[in-house]
């Protein structure tokens, strides 16, 4: 399975209108593949959408996208609108134990963290991270693990979702008073880290 | 009045460390001049100190920087720790009718708006700006708006105090309902917009 996530940056106030649009089209489109989430930005980059789609593998990609092309209300048509600043495509892989979350209402809010690791350090932080993340699943659920295979290389993101900020500082201060929580010797190969709050559109499957 | 901002990247997992020197080194360094805030990121790129100083001028900055650097209790000595990666240096100025906060307790969350203006129409927000902030402060109280005079030019800030972010909702839906917020002729003049949130540490002048 690979996740792509298509990151595009809108004209400032363009979320609303792209929303209807992209979801009005998502009707259409969702009979060739389903989207696993998509969401809007409310802290980081701003005026942001992020969806993504699951595909077996880049052929299946590959054949679903050159169906829904042919499908008369596909694409949305917010980009010919003028609405689209910047467009970014990237292809994950799902770390071990990190599965995607299945459709549901975990959140409201999701923090996505975004790591840029040291060159050549994957395959030890995914080690370092299969060890301990079903102990900090006990804490809160994760939304996914993945990193990359195409796109930005050496990066590794984590998609958590909160009721509340005082949740996540709940959440956070318990599993770091566990002691097992972040794991060790996991921040010696992280080189730079950010995240965001996303908030999912009202027709995205994780809510 | 000059306000400097100062961004320090730290390494991944060194804001407690750094919090700690720095709060130490600031009982000496601020008989020569005091911050004006000073947070670490919560959401947004991680693992980032911003202190802010004022200052009369900039003949009165390279004055008390002089004097404070001959302190030898100052200099918290962090990238001699290893424990910075970059650092930035930006002046900004008060736009209009957006004088930084005093001294208080306003948070325990502040959101930092930055915005890139078009390239010549600073002018022109800061007017829209300066006539239509008292319709937004009816709501929730503003840190601060400032824009860029050294570095990056073409910055537009502005922060805001929140008790918690179903406050920081609810504050933006009534805005949003008065019709009057953001003001008209603003959007046009944005190019890119994002936002993080931010700690308050705790020798800040702003809780």
């Given amino acids: 399975m690979i996740y792509e996530f298509r990151t595009y940056t809108l004209t400032p106030g363009a979320t609303p209108k792209v929303l209807e649009m992209f979801g009005a089209a998502y009707e259409h489109r969702k009979k060739y593949s389903e989207l696993a989430a998509f969401w809007t930005t409310e802290f980081g980059p701003l005026n942001q959408i992020i969806h993504v789609w699951p595909y077996e593998n880049m052929q299946h990609r590959e054949e679903v996208r050159s169906e829904a092309v042919k499908d008369p209300n596909w694409p949305p048509g917010f980009a010919q609108l003028g609405l689209v600043v910047d467009q970014k495509a990237e292809i994950f892989q799902v770390a071990p134990n990190s599965a995607f979350l299945e459709p549901g209402t975990y959140g409201p809010m999701y923090e996505l963290r975004d790591y840029a690791m040291k060159v050549g350090t994957m395959p030890k932080f995914l080690e370092i991270w299969e060890s301990a993340i079903e102990t900090r699943k006990e804490f809160s659920p994760l939304a996914a693990g993945l990193y990359t295979e195409l796109g930005t290389l050496q990066k590794f993101i984590h998609i958590w979702p909160y009721q509340s900020l005082e949740h996540r500082a709940e959440v956070r201060e318990k599993a770091i008073a566990s002691g097992t929580w972040p794991p060790k010797g996991a921040s010696e190969y992280v080189e730079r880290q950010a995240n965001m709050i996303l908030t999912p559109a009202p027709f995205s499957p994780l809510q | ?207």
């Fill in chain 2, 1 to 207: 009045m000059i306000y400097e901002f100062r961004t320090y990247n730290l390494t991944p997992g060194a804001v407690p460390q750094v919090l700690e020197l720095f709060g130490d080194g600031y009982e000496y360094r601020k008989k020569h001049s005091e911050l004006a805030a000073f947070w670490f990121t919560e959401v947004g790129p991680l693992n980032q100190i911003i202190h802010v100083w004022p200052y009369k001028s900039m003949e009165h900055r390279a004055e008390v920087r002089a004097e404070a650097t001959k302190d030898p209790k100052w200099n918290p000595g962090l990238a001699r720790l290893g424990l910075v990666t970059d650092e930035r240096s930006e002046i900004f100025k008060t736009a209009p009718n957006s004088p930084f906060a005093e001294p208080g307790s306003y948070g325990p969350l502040y959101e930092f708006r930055d915005y890139t203006i078009k390239a010549g129409t600073m002018p022109k927000l800061l007017e829209i700006w300066g006539d239509n902030v008292h319709i937004r402060t009816a709501f929730s109280p503003l840190t601060s708006a400032l824009y860029s005079d050294v570095g990056p030019l073409n910055r537009f800030i502005h922060i805001w105090p929140y008790e918690n972010l179903a406050h920081r909702t609810e504050v933006r839906k009534l805005t949003a309902a008065s019709g009057k917020w953001p003001p008209k002729g603003e959007r046009e003049l944005i190019e890119r917009q994002s936002s993080m949130i931010l700690s308050a540490a705790p020798f800040s002048p702003l809780q």
